[in-house]
């Protein structure tokens, strides 16, 4: 586990949201019992967050034990330098559990998912993309996602950190139209582990915005990103960080799935 401070995004990371310094208690409210890892609402001065303890985190065969919270954390400060809000406000703090990650809490839109499962025979005419087909319990199922910029902006982004657990449940729909996306500990693995729901595009151009966000997560990873990165990751997955923003830009399309695991999490949701 790294000892960044608590407000650990480097200043001229654009966008950067400020957030209360250690002295400032952390106030456990509740907790989140259907989280993997032990997960908790709190209150942080009059924010509301996610806490969670890195004493709290399951260990996993191909992920180091303890450093969860800094893969969440990296993953906030790479959204930042593409420039889209796909990641709230994340940082490392101590709490009642000890070390661990906290996050803004956000509020969604209970009547919207910009991910769904639906029958085969009722597909939505446009605005949507299919993912795959199954079988239901009740019959042929369907899994779509939004075609929109804010879900296509969050699968580049997966695709740059390599992110291995994009479920439905982790793509969150706020009420005003942006879409955050959340759980962002399996992320920056050395090795190709990206596993989402988010298969809509496969095949398509990147737009001008979506690879400019790219060059500008590869220029930065030689500058403050980098050394911001660097108490978080290791060197191995750092390099391999480069090497996908530098594939992305050399073959700016959407990926494919490849390799023998699976290219869906599950379960899905």
Known sequence: MSSAPADDAPADVPGSVPVPRDDVELELTGRIRTASNASFLARLGDLSVIYKPVA???????????????????????????????????????GPLGEGMVQLWQ??????????????????????RL?????????????????????????????????ADRKGAHVLALPDGRRHGVDHGLTFHAEH???????????????????????????????????????????DELEALDARCAGLLASPVFPEPRGPMPAVPWPVF
């Open 107 to 128: 509020d969604v839109d209970p009547e919207l998912d910009a991910v769904d499962l639906v029958p085969v025979d009722e597909l939505p005419d446009d605005g949507w």
């Open 56 to 94: 709290g985190e399951r260990p996993l065969w191909d992920f180091p034990d303890g450093r969860l919270a800094d893969r969440e954390v990296a993953a906030y400060l790479v959204s930042e330098v593409l420039g889209w809000d796909v990641v709230p406000r994340t940082w490392l703090r101590d």
């Open 193 to 235: 582990k990206l596993r989402t729901v988010l298969w809509g595009w496969i095949g398509e151009e990147l737009t001008a915005d979506e690879v400019g966000g790219i060059g500008r997560v590869r220029s930065a990873l030689s500058g403050p990103l980098g050394s911001a990165l660097a108490p978080l990751l290791t060197p």
């Open 131 to 163: 993912v795959l087909e199954g079988d239901g319990d009740d019959g042929p199922v369907a899994l779509i996602h939004e075609d929109t910029e804010a879900l296509r902006r969050m699968a580049v982004f997966d695709v740059v950190v390599n992110n």
